[in-house]
């Protein structure tokens, strides 16, 4: 039954190329079969509707002949391949909504074959919230995690405590098995990995009572992670093997999105604190001591006299460590603080500041 490409993809006749192209992504974003709404058929029907109607040529067929216009290989039906264009395969991809490798069939008629990928468990993501304290010395924190993860009463093997591995009965310890692929080039013999022993070759004798020869099973996992000092909010930590466990292949990793809570004081820059400090006019004009609380404690610090507006403090060795040995630095912005009644008093004495040009 001939495909309606139009409609698969909800646009009229007569739509331009960008209304498809717009089309397309909407469809194909909604039923990717990574999403939660996917459908790998539909997804699939959509890359072949958008392959003809994307290419003015294969949409002008299509349109005099229908679908079946598309598939006669350049004016041949049967017999070698004619104008049949082979660009619009690539290794490992898809073209006029066929899916072929010629990795696997020809790896498997001529031997050799594409290099197999190495299986890998899945990456987690999680969140941490921190102090700004924290952000700044640094933290280990132990987060729990309910993942699949490498059994710990068999080490992974999948073999009761005891027993033994044997051969796996349905490869006969080759780790593969033949299968049969038709493609347009005729029939193939292919190798598959098979399943029973996951292309180990051997299988538990007695299974494990725990993860029932799996070797794997799902549990909550307690992990450590280091924080190190003067981590940024939105930075991300990774974490190697802190994934998701599978069996036959290598455990994913764990990736950890720092966010760092605002301080009612500071706020950082590189290796170095920033703070305002507010000073009353009096202390700028004759200078003075204020006490200041710091990620390290209460300190006093002095004001200079004569300090001017917008001028920067700087306490040396209380900022964000560098290294065992070394730290950042605090500097503070003072921002005078303009009184805006004054007394008959204080009103004269700063008429006899103006008067000698203060």
Sequence with gaps: MSKDYYNLLGVDKKASKDDIKKAFRTLAHKYHPDKKTGDDARFKEINEAYSILSDDQKRAQYDQFGQGGQQGFGGQQSGGFGDFDFSQFTQGGTGNGFEFDFGDIFGDVFGGGRRSQAKRGRDISIDQELS??????????????????????????????????????????????????????????????????????????????????????????????????????????????????????????????????????????????????GVKLSDAILGGEVNLKTLDGDIKVRVPEGVNHGEILRIKGKGVPVDKNHRGDILIKINLAVPKKLSKEARKAIEILKQEGF
Excluded: W
Excluded at 198 to 208: L, N
């Design 132 to 277: 700004f304290e924290e952000s700044i010395f640094g933290i280990e924190r132990t987060v729990l995690l309910n993942k699949v993860s490498k059994c710990d009463v068999c080490s992974g093997s999948g073999t009761e405590k005891g027993s033994e591995l044997i051969t796996c009965s349905i490869c006969n310890g080759k780790g593969n098995l033949r299968e049969v692929k038709r493609t347009f080039f005729g029939q193939f013999e292919t190798n598959t990995t098979c399943e029973t022993c996951q292309g180990a070759g051997k299988v538990p004798k007695i299974k494990c009572s725990a993860c029932y020869g799996k070797g794997i099973l799902k549990k909550e996992s307690e992990i450590k992670v280091k924080i190190p000092a003067g981590i940024e909010n939105g930075e991300m930590i990774r974490l190697s093997g802190g994934g998701e466990a599978i069996v036959g292949g290598t455990t994913g990793d764990l990736y950890i999105k720092i966010y760092v809570k605002k301080h009612s004081i500071f706020r950082k820059d590189g290796n170095n604190l920033i703070m305002d400090l």
